[in-house]
């Protein structure tokens, strides 16, 4: 089994930074590419970005183009998401989430993921 514990979430003013950190422990040689999603209240869940197992492809979605930045450190199974410019829309659930050996990285097969942390960008 694969566990997925984030960090680095809190409450942030708008235009300010947060970083978010995901620590991937157990099975972790069952898992490939990393990415992030996020969840609104009310609304369903959706991608962010994603990184391969490499770390040589990433991609995000529009809205956080410029803004977010995904990396990850196979030899410590962690990855990382760099928000900038954070705007009150960022305001959601993020939650980590990693593919099996051979799931897909674009879209996103997520197989495994995190409990989720908050991040909450005032106005």
């Known amino acids: 089994q694969v566990q997925l514990v984030e960090s680095g979430g809190g409450l942030v003013q708008a235009g300010g930074s947060l970083s978010l950190s995901c620590a991937a422990s157990?099975?972790?040689?069952?898992?490939?590419?990393m990415g992030w999603f996020r969840q609104a209240p009310g609304k369903e869940r959706d991608f962010v970005a994603a990184i391969s197992w490499s770390g040589t492809t990433l991609y995000y979605v529009d809205s956080v183009k410029g803004r977010f930045t995904i990396s990850r450190d196979r030899t410590k199974n962690t990855v990382h998401l760099q928000m900038n410019s954070l705007k009150p829309e960022d305001t959601a659930v993020y939650y980590c989430?990693?593919?099996?050996?051979?799931?897909?990285?674009?879209?996103?097969?997520?197989?495994?993921w995190g409990q989720g942390t908050q991040v909450t960008v005032s106005s």
């Open positions: 989430a990693a593919t099996g050996m051979f799931g897909g990285l674009k879209p996103f097969d997520a197989k495994y």
């Open positions: 157990g099975r972790t040689d069952s898992t490939y590419h």
